[in-house]
Every structure is written in structure tokens, then in C-alpha cells.
């Protein structure tokens, strides 16, 4: 279903922000000290259409890449949030865990990425891409479907250093 641009002009004001974000969440006082690029988008720049969500893009993941990991790490954790969604916490377009030598993932092997569908009207949204090094395993249902709140209750002070990449869109 298309939410009506006029719903999306009387919300604009209203967005979630990034105090209920993930970083808020996992590790609020560490800077970013991984570099997260991506051969589809430019830092900041619009995320293309082909990375867009159902009914706006093709939902493909975009190819990601970061930096090597810290000595320590367990394993990586990778969110993409929306935070300029008219609700009260951002939104989470994905979730994925990786081995610890891991260095990115390639277009279109995020799985379960929802790509950006940023509200019609509403004005630009910024998505981040966010990288997390954490000094413990985050599996909690070993193989099956990862719920965000068990695995952001076990990264909670384990996270030994992170890196995000923005994109924008708006509809």
C-alpha cells in the first residue's frame, strides 16, 4: 500500500531519532573507528533504486565493505536502521552477523534486508549502515531467525569498535 504524500507533508516534523538508535543502544560514547564504504552509493549520498525497498526498488543490498577488525573480535554485527521514520524508535531495515575476518558482503547478500522505503512527502531520510565489533558471540538461536532485541541485549558493553555509512532517500 502507498501512503499519500500528504500524510507524509503533515508528519515531516516528526521523526524518531538517534537516541533509540542502535548506536544509543550498544555503545553511545565510542567513535567510529571502522571505515564502511560501498561500491553502489557514496558516504551521504542517495542510495540508488536498485537498493530501494519493495514497491519503490528492486530490494537488492547494496555491496558493502569495511575495514579489518580489532584483535578480540568474536564476531560482527551489521544494522541498518532508518531513524527519520515518523515513529518512536528507528526502524531496522536489517540485521546481520558475521565471522570475525569478515571484510564486507557483496550486492545482494544481505539476507533479509528491506531496503529504504522512506515515507512519500516526508523529506529526506538518512539510513545507516552501521558495523559493530563485538568480543562475544551474538548467536542466540543458533542458525535460526535473529530477533534485534536478543541480539542487541547481548552485544550491550561488548562492543569494541564500530563504523557506519549513510545514505539518503526521499520519495
Known amino acids: 500500500m502507498n501512503t499519500p504524500a500528504w500524510l507524509g507533508r503533515a508528519l515531516r516534523s516528526r521523526r524518531a531519532g538517534t537516541e533509540r538508535g542502535v548506536v544509543a543502544a550498544l555503545c553511545p560514547d565510542l567513535a567510529p573507528t571502522l571505515a564502511v564504504t560501498s561500491e553502489s552509493f557514496d558516504d551521504d549520498g542517495p542510495i540508488p533504486l536498485r537498493h530501494a525497498g ?11 565493505a569495511w575495514s579489518d577488525a580489532p584483535e578480540g573480535t568474536a564476531q560482527l554485527l551489521l544494522v541498518m536502521e532508518d531513524p527519520d521514520v515518523p515513529l518512536l524508535r528507528p526502524v531496522v531495515h536489517c540485521l546481520a552477523l558475521f565471522d570475525a575476518d569478515a571484510v564486507g558482503v557483496g550486492e545482494g547478500g544481505l539476507p533479509g534486508y528491506h531496503g529504504p522505503r522512506a515515507l512519500a512527502g516526508h523529506g529526506p531520510h538518512v539510513y545507516g549502515f552501521h558495523v559493530f565489533a563485538v568480543d562475544r558471540p551474538l548467536d542466540v538461536t543458533h542458525g535460526g531467525p535473529q530477533r534485534y532485541s536478543d541480539i542487541v541485549r547481548r552485544a550491550a558493553r561488548h562492543v569494541i569498535a564500530r563504523g557506519v555509512l549513510f545514505g539518503t532517500q526521499e520519495r
Do not use: W
Open 54 to 64: 519493495r514497491g519503490v526498488g528492486d530490494n537488492v543490498s547494496p555491496a558493502l
